[in-house]
């Protein structure tokens, strides 16, 4: 079964630093997207992905965050100037619409932001 | 924009018995409804879903209901077994144009425990 893989599995911060969360998509898809839950909340949709652009992103995706395709294969997602509110587990997903529509998940990245 | 409710936030069922999770959604565009599973330290992981043109579907032990006219959803998993204890999350999107495949609004998830 392909699987989409996500680095680090848990990654701790200090406030302000820059941090860059990586995901490796399964390799024929096309879209992918960042999804994020906050301890206790609902997952929360970020932002997709397509075409080496982006599609459409949450209020909650502001200037301080980015997504880019750099090599063909990883997805990354950065976050310029973490707060301490940016604490929260992050998934990746990808999905191939064109053979099955279903969204496959990375097993997630815990940030934690002190 | 959508808004995806799940009740209840706990189940905790004998062995054997079934367990029904329900989910309601607020916007009527919405047509594809997945549920996912994750277990553990693992990523969400898709179990079964739903389109809006379809009221029921099943597959071994789990099914989906959809009413359209009431907005709401529901997972039934029948003769539970210890390694259907998990968090369930439902969602909901609106699949259009491709783009908008895998934007989902979740509900809250439930934690499903299974007792021996």
């Known amino acids: 079964e392909p699987e989409v893989t996500q680095t680090p599995s848990h990654q701790v911060t200090q406030m302000g630093q820059e941090v860059i969360l990586r995901c490796v998509p399964i390799?024929?898809?096309?879209?992918f997207y960042w999804y994020r839950q906050i301890l206790g909340q609902k997952v929360e949709f970020l932002v997709s992905?397509?075409?080496?652009?982006?599609?459409?992103k949450s209020e909650i995706f502001d200037d301080q965050f980015s997504v880019e395709r750099p090599d063909g294969s990883n997805f990354t997602l950065k976050i310029r100037s973490t707060k301490l509110e940016d604490s929260a587990m992050y998934f990746c997903?990808?999905?191939?619409?064109?053979?099955?529509?279903?969204?496959?998940f990375g097993q997630g990245t815990r940030l934690t932001v002190v | 924009g959508e808004n995806v409710e799940q009740h209840p936030s706990t189940l905790s069922v004998q062995e054997g018995d079934s367990a029904v999770i329900k989910c309601t959604y607020s916007?009527?565009?919405?047509?594809?409804f997945p549920w996912y599973k994750q277990e553990l330290g693992k990523g969400p992981q898709l179990i079964i879903d739903?389109?809006?043109?379809?009221g029921e579907k099943k597959d071994q032990r789990i099914a989906v209901t959809l009413n359209k006219t009431a907005k709401h959803f529901s997972l039934h998993i029948t003769e539970t077994q210890p390694e259907d204890s998990a968090v369930y999350f439902c969602?909901?999107?609106?699949?259009?144009?491709?783009?908008?495949?895998?934007?989902?609004?979740f509900g809250a998830g439930t934690q499903v425990v299974v007792t021996p």
């Open positions: 997903a990808s999905i191939n619409p064109e053979r099955r529509t279903e969204a496959f």
């Open positions: 992905f397509y075409n080496n652009e982006i599609s459409e």
């Open positions: 739903i389109r809006s043109n379809v």
């Open positions: 969602a909901a999107s609106m699949r259009g144009g491709t783009d908008s495949w895998g934007k989902f609004q």
């Open positions: 916007d009527s565009a919405s047509n594809y």
């Open positions: 390799s024929n898809h096309l879209y």
